[in-house]
C-alpha cells in the first residue's frame, strides 16, 4: 500500500498531487519544469509496478474524481506554466484507468509519455514568453498572433496537442480508454475532455487572439520552430501508429 | 485532394499568397471531378464499395449517401475557394485561411465517407476544431473569437454523445467498421440494454443529440446566429454545409433508428420546436445575415421534422437544396446590402402611381375566390402529383406531415400572392399557380427518384416511416389540432392586419413582453452564460481552497 501511495505522488492524485504542481511552481528554469513533467510519471509507473499488486477498485474512481477536479481548476488558471502542470496532474491520474486494467508496462510508459509531452512543451513555451515579457499570463499581453506569430503558431499547435485533438496521440488514447470502459466511467472521462477543450480555448484567447498590444518583442528563432515542427510531426505520426492499436 | 493541398500551401508559404489561392482552386476543382467521376461509376455499378486500410481504421465507405454528400461538399467548397480568392485578397492570413478551408473541405469529405467509427469521430471532432479557426481567422476581433469558441463548445458538447454511443455499440458488436456494424444490428437488434431502456434506443438518442448540437437544434442552437462574425466565405460554406451533419448522422445510423421509433418521435418535436423558433427569430431581426442565420436554424428543425416522420432520404435532398440556396444567399448577401443602399424598396402610394406614374391603380382578387384557390389548389397539386408517381407513400403517416406542411407552403404562397396589389391580379394568380405546379410536379418526380437512389433496400426505407409511426387516433387527432391552430392563426392574422391603423404604432403589454423574448432570443444564450460563470467561479474557489497547487 505504501508503494502505491509513493506511485499516486509520482502519478499524481489529488491531494497527494500537491507537492507535484508545489515542486513545478517553485523550480524557474523551464528545462527543469519539463524533466519533472517527463521523468515523474515514469517513476510513477516504475514504482506502481515494483508494487505487484492488483490496484484497488477505489483508485480508479479517485483518479477520475482527480482528473475532474484538475480539469475543472484549469479554467481559472491564467499562468501557462501553471496550466501546464494542472494539465499533466489531469491527463496522468488517467494512466491509473489503464494500470487498473491491466495495461501492459511498457504500453503504461509510453501512454504516461504522451500524455505528458504537450504539458512540458507548454512549459517551455511558458519560458519563452516569460524571458519575453517576465511572465506569461493569458491576457497580460493579448494578441500575439500578431507580435509573436511563430510563438503563437507553436502555441496553438502544442494546446491542441494537449486537449487530445484529433490525430495526436492524446486523442487516440483517451479514445481507448474509453472504447474499454463501461458507460459511467466514459462519461466521466468525456467530461473531463470536455472541460481540457474549453479550457484550451480560454488559454489561446488569452494568449492569440484579442488586438495587438504592439510590442516590439522578438520572436522563436526558426532553429526552435524547426524543432518544435519535427517534434509535433512525430509526435502527430506516433498518434497514427497508436491508432491502428486502439481497437 | 483538399489535404494534399493544405500541405502544399504550409510548405509552399513563403510564396506570393494568390499563387497559393489558385493552387488551392485547382486542387478543389480536382475533388469537385473526382466526385462526379464517383457518382458515374455508383451508377454504373449500383453496389457500395467498402475500402478499407488494413489498419483497423481509415476505411472509406462508399454507398449513396456518402457519394451525393460528397458531391455537394466538393461543389460548395469550389464555389467558396472561387469566391475567396477576390474576397479575401485583403484579409491578413490569406494563404492560412486557404489552408484551412482545404483542411475543412478534406474533413467533411473524410465525414461523410468514413467507413469505420474511429474515422467517423476523427472527422466529427476535427471539423469543430477547424471551425473555430475559420470563425476566427480574424484574430483582433474579439467578438469573432467569442462567437467562434461558442461555435466550438456546443460542437464539443456534441461530439461526447456520438463517442458514447459508438462505445456502446462497440461494446454490444464487437466491431468498428460501420457495413458489418449495420449487419449485426440487422442480425441481433434486442441486445441487452442500458438502465433498463432498449440499447439500439439509448444509442439512437446519443446520435440524435450529437446531431442536434451540430445541427444547431433547440436548445443547442445559440451559436449559429451569431457565426456572422467569421468570414462571410465561411458563413456561407458552414450554411450550405458543416451545419447539415446532423441530418447526414442520422441518415448514415438509419439502420439504427429503424429499432428506435421513440427517438424519432424526439427527432420530430425538437425539429418542430426549432423550426418554429427559428422562423419567428428570423421574422424579427434587423441584419441580413443574422436573418439568414435564423432562417438556416428553422430550414435544420424542418429537416429534423422530416427525419422525425422517416422521410430519411427527403431529409437528404432537403439539405441538398437548402444548402446551395443558403450558399447562394450569403454569397450574394453583400450584393443586396448594397443596393439596399440605393433602393428603399417601399412601394409607391396608388395615388402616386397613378397621377406621376400614370399607371393603373393597383388590385386584388376577390378574397372569396382567394381563399378557395388558397385552401384548394395546394392540396391538389401536391395530393395528385404524389398519389400519381407513387399512390403507397401517400398512405404513410410521414407523408401526410409532409403533405401537410406542404400544403401550408402553398397556401402561404397563395395568401401572401393575394395581399399583393398588382395591376392584374388574375394573372399573377395563374402564373404563381402555373409556377407552384411545375414545383410541385418537379419535387415530386425528383424526390421519387432520389428516394429510390438513396434507398434502394426498399424494406428499409419503409421501415423508417413505419418506426416513426404513432397510433392512428393520436396522429388524427394531432393533424386536426395543428390544422386548426394554423387556420385560425391566419385568420387572426388577416383580420388584424385589415383593421390595423398604420398610423397608430402603439402596442399592448402582452406583445412587448412577447417582441422582449424574441429579441432576447428566449434568453437561452443568456442561462448558458449564467451557467459558465458559474462553473469559472468553482473553478476559482477550488484554487483558492487548494493553494493553487
Given at each position: 500500500m505504501l508503494l502505491l501511495l509513493i506511485a499516486c505522488l509520482l502519478l499524481p492524485l489529488f491531494p497527494l498531487s500537491m507537492p507535484f504542481n508545489a515542486l513545478l511552481g517553485r523550480l524557474k528554469r523551464p528545462g527543469l519544469r519539463l524533466a519533472v513533467v517527463l521523468i515523474t510519471p515514469q517513476l510513477g509507473i516504475l514504482v506502481l509496478n515494483s508494487a505487484a499488486q492488483p490496484i484497488p477498485e477505489g483508485f480508479t474512481t479517485w483518479a477520475l474524481a482527480s482528473a475532474a477536479f484538475y480539469a475543472i481548476r484549469l479554467l481559472s488558471v491564467r499562468d501557462l506554466a501553471m496550466w501546464a502542470g494542472f494539465l499533466a496532474t489531469s491527463a496522468l491520474a488517467l494512466v491509473w484507468s489503464f494500470a487498473a486494467g491491466g495495461t501492459a508496462p511498457v504500453e503504461l510508459h509510453l501512454i504516461a509519455f504522451a500524455l505528458s509531452l504537450p504539458p512540458a512543451l507548454l512549459m517551455l513555451l511558458a519560458g519563452t514568453l516569460t524571458r519575453r515579457f517576465g511572465a506569461a499570463y493569458a491576457g497580460l499581453h493579448g494578441g500575439l498572433a500578431r507580435c509573436l506569430p511563430k510563438w503563437s503558431r507553436l502555441l496553438i499547435l502544442v494546446v491542441l496537442a494537449a486537449i487530445a485533438t484529433p490525430v495526436f496521440p492524446g486523442f487516440f488514447i483517451l479514445l481507448d480508454l474509453v472504447f474499454r470502459a463501461d458507460w459511467p466511467a466514459a462519461s466521466a472521462i468525456l467530461f473531463v475532455w470536455l472541460i481540457w477543450s474549453w479550457a484550451g480555448t480560454r488559454v489561446l484567447q488569452g494568449f492569440v487572439f484579442e488586438p495587438c498590444q504592439r510590442v516590439e518583442v522578438r520572436d522563436v528563432r526558426p532553429a526552435a520552430v524547426a524543432g518544435y515542427s519535427i517534434l509535433l510531426t512525430l509526435f502527430l505520426i506516433a498518434g497514427l501508429g497508436i491508432a491502428g492499436g486502439v481497437l | 485532394m483538399p489535404m494534399v493541398s493544405a500541405l502544399a500551401i504550409a510548405a509552399l508559404s513563403a510564396r506570393p499568397g494568390r499563387q497559393l489561392a489558385r493552387l488551392s482552386v485547382f486542387l478543389s476543382g480536382a475533388t469537385f471531378a473526382l466526385a462526379t467521376l464517383l457518382l458515374f461509376a455508383y451508377l454504373g455499378t449500383s453496389s457500395p464499395t467498402w475500402l478499407t486500410t488494413g489498419l483497423g481504421w481509415g476505411s472509406l465507405y462508399?454507398?449513396?449517401?456518402?457519394?451525393?454528400?460528397?458531391?455537394?461538399?466538393?461543389?460548395?467548397?469550389?464555389?467558396?475557394?472561387?469566391?475567396?480568392?477576390?474576397?479575401?485578397?485583403?484579409?491578413?492570413?490569406?494563404?492560412?485561411?486557404?489552408?484551412?478551408?482545404?483542411?475543412?473541405?478534406?474533413?467533411?469529405?473524410?465525414?461523410?465517407?468514413?467507413?469505420?467509427?474511429?474515422?467517423?469521430?476523427?472527422?466529427?471532432?476535427?471539423?469543430?476544431?477547424?471551425?473555430?479557426?475559420?470563425?476566427?481567422?480574424?484574430?483582433?476581433?474579439?467578438?469573432?473569437?467569442?462567437?467562434?469558441?461558442?461555435?466550438?463548445?456546443?460542437?464539443?458538447?456534441?461530439?461526447?454523445?456520438?463517442?458514447?454511443?459508438?462505445?456502446?455499440?462497440?461494446?454490444?458488436?464487437?466491431?468498428?467498421?460501420?457495413?458489418?456494424?449495420?449487419?449485426?444490428?440487422?442480425?441481433?437488434?434486442?441486445?441487452?440494454?442500458?438502465?433498463?431502456?432498449?440499447?439500439?434506443?439509448?444509442?439512437?438518442?446519443?446520435?440524435?443529440?450529437?446531431?442536434?448540437?451540430?445541427?444547431?437544434?433547440?436548445?443547442?442552437?445559440?451559436?449559429?446566429?451569431?457565426?456572422?462574425?467569421?468570414?462571410?466565405?465561411?458563413?456561407?460554406?458552414?450554411?450550405?454545409?458543416?451545419?447539415?451533419?446532423?441530418?447526414?448522422?442520422?441518415?448514415?445510423?438509419?439502420?439504427?433508428?429503424?429499432?428506435?421509433?421513440?427517438?424519432?418521435?424526439?427527432?420530430?418535436?425538437?425539429?418542430?420546436?426549432?423550426?418554429?423558433?427559428?422562423?419567428?427569430?428570423?421574422?424579427?431581426?434587423?441584419?441580413?445575415?443574422?436573418?439568414?442565420?435564423?432562417?438556416?436554424?428553422?430550414?435544420?428543425?424542418?429537416?429534423?421534422?422530416?427525419?422525425?416522420?422517416?422521410?430519411?432520404?427527403?431529409?437528404?435532398?432537403?439539405?441538398?437544396?437548402?444548402?446551395?440556396?443558403?450558399?447562394?444567399?450569403?454569397?450574394?448577401?453583400?450584393?443586396?446590402?448594397?443596393?439596399?443602399?440605393?433602393?428603399?424598396?417601399?412601394?409607391?402610394?396608388?395615388?402616386?402611381?397613378?397621377?406621376?406614374?400614370?399607371?393603373?391603380?393597383?388590385?386584388?382578387?376577390?378574397?372569396?375566390?382567394?381563399?378557395?384557390?388558397?385552401?384548394?389548389?395546394?392540396?391538389?397539386?401536391?395530393?395528385?402529383?404524389?398519389?400519381?408517381?407513387?399512390?403507397?407513400?401517400?398512405?404513410?403517416?410521414?407523408?401526410?406531415?409532409?403533405?401537410?406542411?406542404?400544403?401550408?407552403?402553398?397556401?402561404?404562397?397563395?395568401?401572401?400572392?393575394?395581399?399583393?396589389?398588382?395591376?392584374?391580379?388574375?394573372?399573377?394568380?395563374?402564373?404563381?399557380?402555373?409556377?407552384?405546379?411545375?414545383?410541385?410536379?418537379?419535387?415530386?418526380?425528383?424526390?421519387?427518384?432520389?428516394?429510390?437512389?438513396?434507398?434502394?433496400d426498399r424494406e428499409l426505407s419503409e421501415r423508417l416511416y413505419a418506426a416513426a409511426s404513432i397510433p392512428l387516433a393520436t396522429f388524427g387527432g394531432l393533424v386536426t389540432l395543428v390544422t386548426i391552430a394554423i387556420v385560425v392563426g391566419w385568420i387572426a392574422a388577416y383580420y388584424t392586419m385589415a383593421n390595423r391603423d398604420p398610423l397608430d404604432g402603439r402596442t399592448g403589454n402582452p406583445r412587448m413582453a412577447l417582441y422582449s423574448l424574441f429579441s432576447r432570443e428566449f434568453y437561452v444564450a443568456d442561462v448558458y452564460s449564467r451557467v459558465s460563470e458559474t462553473v469559472l467561479a468553482l473553478s476559482k474557489r477550488f484554487n483558492i481552497w487548494s493553494r493553487w497547487v
Open positions: - | 462508399l454507398d449513396p449517401l456518402s457519394i451525393i454528400m460528397s458531391l455537394l461538399v466538393a461543389g460548395i467548397s469550389l464555389v467558396v475557394h472561387v469566391y475567396s480568392v477576390r474576397y479575401m485578397a485583403e484579409e491578413p492570413g490569406y494563404a492560412r485561411f486557404f489552408a484551412l478551408l482545404d483542411l475543412m473541405t478534406a474533413a467533411i469529405l473524410l465525414l461523410v465517407a468514413a467507413g469505420d467509427f474511429i474515422t467517423l469521430l476523427i472527422a466529427w471532432h476535427l471539423i469543430g476544431v477547424l471551425l473555430y479557426f475559420l470563425l476566427a481567422h480574424n484574430t483582433q476581433r474579439p467578438a469573432a473569437h467569442r462567437y467562434a469558441f461558442w461555435t466550438f463548445f456546443t460542437y464539443r458538447l456534441g461530439d461526447l454523445p456520438l463517442v458514447l454511443a459508438a462505445v456502446l455499440l462497440y461494446q454490444t458488436y464487437d466491431t468498428i467498421a460501420l457495413p458489418t456494424l449495420f449487419e449485426r444490428i440487422a442480425a441481433a437488434p434486442n441486445a441487452p440494454g442500458v438502465l433498463g431502456f432498449s440499447l439500439l434506443e439509448v444509442v439512437a438518442l446519443l446520435i440524435a443529440v450529437a446531431a442536434f448540437a451540430r445541427s444547431a437544434q433547440f436548445p443547442f442552437h445559440t451559436w449559429l446566429p451569431y457565426t456572422m462574425e467569421g468570414p462571410t466565405p465561411v458563413s456561407a460554406l458552414m450554411h450550405a454545409g458543416i451545419v447539415n451533419a446532423g441530418g447526414f448522422l442520422l441518415n448514415r445510423f438509419a439502420p439504427v433508428f429503424v429499432e428506435a421509433g421513440v427517438v424519432l418521435h424526439l427527432v420530430f418535436a425538437v425539429g418542430l420546436i426549432t423550426a418554429v423558433l427559428g422562423s419567428v427569430l428570423m421574422l424579427t431581426q434587423n441584419d441580413i445575415k443574422k436573418s439568414l442565420g435564423y432562417s438556416t436554424m428553422g430550414q435544420m428543425g424542418f429537416m429534423f421534422v422530416e427525419l422525425g416522420v422517416g422521410a430519411f432520404s427527403l431529409a437528404i435532398y432537403h439539405l441538398i437544396a437548402h444548402g446551395l440556396f443558403k450558399g447562394t444567399m450569403f454569397l450574394g448577401a453583400g450584393g443586396v446590402i448594397g443596393d439596399a443602399r440605393k433602393h428603399d424598396g417601399v412601394p409607391h402610394e396608388d395615388v402616386y402611381t397613378l397621377v406621376v406614374e400614370r399607371k393603373p391603380v393597383a388590385a386584388r382578387l376577390p378574397w372569396m375566390l382567394a381563399a378557395a384557390i388558397t385552401v384548394v389548389v395546394p392540396f391538389l397539386l401536391l395530393g395528385l402529383s404524389h398519389w400519381l408517381v407513387d399512390s403507397d407513400f401517400v398512405g404513410q403517416q410521414g407523408a401526410i406531415v409532409l403533405l401537410f406542411f406542404g400544403w401550408v407552403t402553398g397556401a402561404q404562397l397563395l395568401f401572401a400572392t393575394h395581399r399583393l396589389r398588382v395591376e392584374s391580379p388574375s394573372r399573377l394568380m395563374v402564373l404563381i399557380i402555373l409556377s407552384l405546379a411545375i414545383v410541385v410536379v418537379g419535387y415530386t418526380l425528383i424526390e421519387h427518384n432520389f428516394d429510390l437512389f438513396m434507398y434502394p
